[in-house]
């Protein structure tokens, strides 16, 4: 609890325009874990200007300098695999849909396929491989959310609704946490945990048993 504390506290102060070395010196935190938690917060540079000491301002120029040549080094990565990988063949998103369930989905119940995630993305990409490569229905998927006892629960069903383009009726009644979002401040993607369900036995089989021949191919190569 303290971290979320400190880590909150971090994010209050950096909003309010202090470098690192002041954030350092009220919270008693290590720089570097400062910079794990605050790297995608950089200062304005109205709030650079306004600092007080040279050194400091030399420091946060610096970072923010860095922080333009990391996004610049990305992006430049980004179109290079993306002209490299993209689009997918039909073969190549059904094994990439295979094994992000291997690694994410729920392999204990025999008669249901799901998913769950905090990440929208991993969300989006599964409801788009259950429909384009195991051929389900949207309307036929269903959807189940993971909040916290002070989250607004509408509001995040609108925002999963949209995220996904699904309809408020597939969803079934949200599991709500007795824990407060606001004691884990900062943790996950801040909308809770969705997750999609396929109630199929035989496609549910099929899987785990395309996943088990995968694990064995792989074994027998050792």
Not at 65 to 73: C, L, Q, V, W
Not at 96 to 101: P, S, V
Not at 166 to 172: D, G, I, S
Request: charged letters at 30%.
């Amino acid at each position: 609890m303290t971290r979320f504390l400190d880590r909150r506290k971090a994010f209050e102060l950096r909003k309010q325009g202090k470098s690192y070395s002041q954030i350092k010196k009220e919270l008693g935190m290590s720089k570097s874990t400062l910079s794990q938690w605050l790297r995608k917060y950089p200062l304005t540079k109205e709030q650079i200007d306004s600092l007080r000491g040279k050194s400091e301002v030399r420091i946060e120029k610096y970072r923010e300098t860095m922080r333009r040549k990391r996004e610049e080094r990305f992006d430049k990565y980004y179109n290079e695999e993306k002209a490299l990988w993209l689009p997918l063949s039909k073969r190549e998103l059904f094994i990439a849909g295979l094994f992000l369930y291997w690694g994410e989905g729920n392999k204990s119940q025999r008669n249901m396929l799901s998913i769950n995630n905090t990440d929208p993305a991993v969300i989006q990409f599964a409801l788009f491989w259950v429909i384009k490569s195991l051929n389900v229905q949207k309307s036929d998927v269903r959807l189940q959310l993971h909040l916290y006892s002070d989250m607004d629960i509408e509001k995040e069903l609108v925002y999963w609704c949209n995220v996904l383009k699904v309809k408020k009726h597939q969803f079934n009644k949200p599991y709500i946490k007795q824990s407060k979002r606001a004691d884990i401040d900062q943790k996950g993607f801040g909308h809770g945990t969705c997750g999609i369900q396929i109630g199929n036995t035989v496609l549910k089989e099929r899987i785990l048993a395309l996943i088990q021949a995968m694990g064995d191919y792989v074994r027998n190569k050792f």
